[in-house]
């Protein structure tokens, strides 16, 4: 099936880093989609975008729709502990059949982790 | 409060047997969803429901099976036929347009014992 390449798999980053990751596909996506997952708990929503070039902010969160609509990337700036987790991108293809005109294509992850 | 509510939070089964996991939504979104998170990996899609009494397999529905009677619930069975079930199960509702994301249930963890 359809995949989409995230990384990097996981960060150690020091309090107060920048962090920066991103997800790449040989398809174009009219729909890029970030989540946050903490330990036990579903996937949370904190940035979507729509439109090739589109960039959208959400307190420290910037993410930006690519313009060839076959990458996005997602920087958090001055990471804080309450930053860790596993977070997720998630893409709805531009050219859909009708048996996935309600799947979105899922990225492995990113796992980010705060150095002691 | 609006929400999407899974449980038992934590379920343990013995080989053979079937087990069902219980998702329910007072969101009144349309599509209901059901993923498998496996460690490093991504999500993967078992089964999705645009409607009520409709429903279709995902990526990987063998050994799964699921029920849609009501709008609010879509409740998975993990059968004897599923060899690995051990995993985090996931399950989502929106209503129905997917490039709006999905909201997320807290998820159950299974272990088989």
């Known amino acids: 099936g359809q995949q989409l390449n995230q990384s990097p798999q996981s960060m150690f980053i020091q309090e107060g880093e920048d962090v920066s990751m991103n997800c790449t596909s040989s398809?174009?996506?009219?729909?890029w989609l970030w989540y946050k997952q903490e330990p036990g708990e579903g996937p949370v929503l904190l940035i979507a975008?729509?439109?090739a070039g589109e960039l959208t902010s959400n307190g420290r969160l910037t993410a930006q729709f690519g313009i060839t609509r076959k990458d996005s990337f997602l920087n958090i700036s001055a990471s804080i502990p309450s930053d860790v987790g596993i977070y997720f991108c998630?893409?709805?293809?531009?050219?859909?059949?009708?048996?996935?005109?309600?799947?979105?294509?899922w990225g492995a992850g990113t796992k980010l982790i705060i150095k002691p | 409060d609006g929400g999407i509510t899974q449980s038992p939070k934590y379920l343990f089964r013995k080989e053979g047997q079937n087990v069902t996991l219980s998702c329910e939504q007072n969101l009144n979104h349309d599509a209901m969803y059901w993923y498998r998170q496996d460690p490093g990996q991504g999500l993967r899609l078992i089964y999705y429901?645009?409607?009520?009494?409709?429903?279709q397999k995902g990526d990987i529905a063998e050994g799964y099976s699921v029920s849609r009677e009501k709008k609010e619930s879509f409740p998975l069975t993990v059968t004897s036929a599923q060899k690995n079930p051990t995993a985090f199960y996931l399950c989502?509702?929106?209503?129905?347009?997917?490039?709006?994301?999905?909201?997320f249930g807290s998820g159950t963890r299974l272990t088989v014992v």
């Open positions: 989502a509702s929106n209503y129905g347009a997917t490039r709006y994301g999905y909201t």
């Open positions: 998630a893409g709805q293809l531009r050219f859909i059949s009708m048996d996935s005109n309600y799947q979105l294509i």
């Open positions: 398809s174009i996506f009219n729909t």
């Open positions: 429901s645009q409607i009520v009494n409709d429903f």
């Open positions: 975008l729509y439109k």
